[in-house]
């Protein structure tokens, strides 16, 4: 069956680093679209990027967070740079067919990791 499993999460402080890594299997991972989403306590899951073809991103996010993916390691990465901690929230990598900023539109969703950005 498809698993996604997300790693790499933790705590930073507020202008740190850190990447997260999202491994697929059990899927033909190099046809499909593979986003991020993040949801904080109390507020909907939130779009960070996806990449397909091309990539896209959250405006709350653009110029501080890199999306990419290898698809001889069934991959997914998000490089997040320049943390404040309204990035706090569990980090989700999802898989579907199409180039959504919609959650719904995705298929297969790992377990998250928690990202927590103190000040």
């Known amino acids: 069956q498809v698993q996604l499993v997300e790693s790499g999460g933790g705590l930073v402080q507020a202008g740190g680093s850190l990447r997260l890594s999202c491994a697929a299997s059990?899927?033909?991972?190099?046809?499909?679209?593979m986003g991020w989403f993040r949801q904080a306590p109390g507020k909907e899951r939130e779009f960070i990027a996806w990449?397909?073809?091309?990539?896209s991103y959250a405006d709350s996010v653009k110029g501080r967070f890199t999306i990419s993916r290898d698809n001889a390691k069934n991959t997914v990465y998000l490089q997040m740079n320049s943390l404040k901690p309204e990035d706090t929230a569990v980090y989700y990598c999802?898989?579907?067919?199409?180039?959504?900023?919609?959650?719904?539109?995705?298929?297969?969703w790992g377990q998250g990791t928690q990202v927590t950005v103190s000040s």
């Open positions: 990449s397909g073809g091309s990539t």
């Open positions: 059990g899927l033909t991972f190099s046809s499909y679209v």
């Open positions: 999802a898989a579907g067919q199409y180039y959504s900023r919609s959650y719904t539109r995705y298929d297969y």
